[in-house]
C-alpha cells in the first residue's frame, strides 16, 4: 500500500521515464513534482525499500517491473475519471484535471473496474493521451506535432501536449477539439506560425501553438 505522496513520486518519474532512455534524475523529479532535491531523495530511498524503483547514484532513478505496473495503475485511474467526468457529469476537458488528481488515489480496484466497464472500456482520455489496461499495458497512436506538418499536408487532431486549462480554454475558443480534421494552408519560415484549415474555416496559429497539438497524419488517397 503506498501512500498518496508516494504514487505521486511513481507517476513522476513513470511520465520522466517515457522521455528518456537513462535513469531519471533527482533534480527532474524535484522540478516536475516541485519540491527539494533533498525530500526527492529521501522518498527514492523510502521506494526503495518498497522494491518499486532502483536508484543508482549519478544514474538516476528507474522504475522496476512492479514499480512500473504500481505506477500505470495510477495513471489508468486518473484517466478513467476523468472520462467519468466529462462523460458522465458534464465537466469541460479544462475541468478534470484537478479533480482526477484527488480521486486517482482511491484504493478500490472494484470500483476502478466497474467504472472502465460503465465507461465502455474507452482506450483515451478526454485530452487523447492512452488509457493504461489492468497490466500496465498502453495502446499507441502513431502521431506527429502539428509543428512538423508542411504545407498541404493535414491529419486528425489526436492529443494535446500541453493539457492546462488555459490551453484547453483557448483550442474551446478556437473550436479545436479532438478528431477534427486539419489542412496546413501556409507556414512561415521565419517563425513556424501558420495557417490552418479546419471545418471550412482558415485559422492562424502560432508556433507554440501547433506545437502543441497532435495530429494522426493522413495520406492522400486515404
Known amino acids: 500500500m503506498f501512500t498518496s505522496s508516494e504514487e505521486n513520486y511513481l507517476k513522476a518519474i513513470y511520465h520522466l521515464g517515457i522521455t528518456s532512455n537513462k535513469g531519471v534524475s533527482t533534480n527532474a523529479i524535484a522540478k516536475r513534482l516541485r519540491t527539494k532535491a533533498s525530500s526527492v531523495t529521501d522518498m527514492v530511498k523510502k521506494l526503495a525499500d518498497k522494491n518499486v524503483l532502483v536508484y543508482r547514484k549519478y544514474q538516476g532513478v528507474s522504475l522496476t517491473k512492479e514499480g512500473n505496473k504500481t505506477?500505470?495503475?495510477?495513471?489508468r485511474k486518473h484517466r478513467l475519471w476523468e472520462v467519468f467526468l466529462?462523460?458522465?457529469?458534464n465537466f469541460n476537458w479544462d475541468e478534470v484535471?484537478?479533480?482526477?488528481?484527488?480521486?486517482?488515489?482511491?484504493?478500490?480496484?472494484?470500483l476502478i473496474n466497474e467504472l472502465?466497464?460503465?465507461?465502455?472500456?474507452?482506450?483515451?482520455?478526454?485530452?487523447?493521451d492512452p488509457i493504461p489496461d489492468n497490466e500496465?499495458?498502453?495502446?499507441?497512436?502513431e502521431k506527429s506535432l502539428l509543428a512538423t506538418l508542411t504545407i498541404n499536408e493535414f491529419g486528425i487532431c489526436v492529443g494535446v501536449h500541453d493539457s492546462s486549462s488555459t490551453f484547453l480554454q483557448f483550442l474551446d475558443k478556437q473550436k479545436i477539439a479532438?478528431?477534427?480534421?486539419?489542412?496546413?494552408i501556409e507556414k512561415e519560415d521565419f517563425?513556424?506560425?501558420?495557417?490552418?484549415?479546419?471545418?471550412?474555416?482558415?485559422?492562424?496559429?502560432?508556433?507554440?501553438?501547433?506545437?502543441?497539438?497532435?495530429?494522426?497524419?493522413?495520406?492522400?488517397?486515404?
Open 178 to 184: 479532438l478528431g477534427q480534421e486539419i489542412t496546413v
Open 86 to 89: 466529462v462523460e458522465k457529469l
Open 136 to 141: 500496465g499495458n498502453l495502446d499507441q497512436i
Open 71 to 75: 505506477a500505470a495503475n495510477i495513471i
Open 97 to 110: 484535471h484537478d479533480v482526477a488528481e484527488q480521486l486517482e488515489h482511491i484504493k478500490s480496484p472494484k
Open 116 to 128: 472502465d466497464a460503465l465507461l465502455g472500456f474507452p482506450k483515451y482520455d478526454p485530452h487523447g
Open 191 to 222: 517563425d513556424g506560425s501558420m495557417t490552418i484549415k479546419i471545418n471550412n474555416k482558415k485559422i492562424s496559429i502560432s508556433n507554440k501553438i501547433a506545437n502543441n497539438l497532435y495530429i494522426q497524419k493522413v495520406q492522400n488517397g486515404q
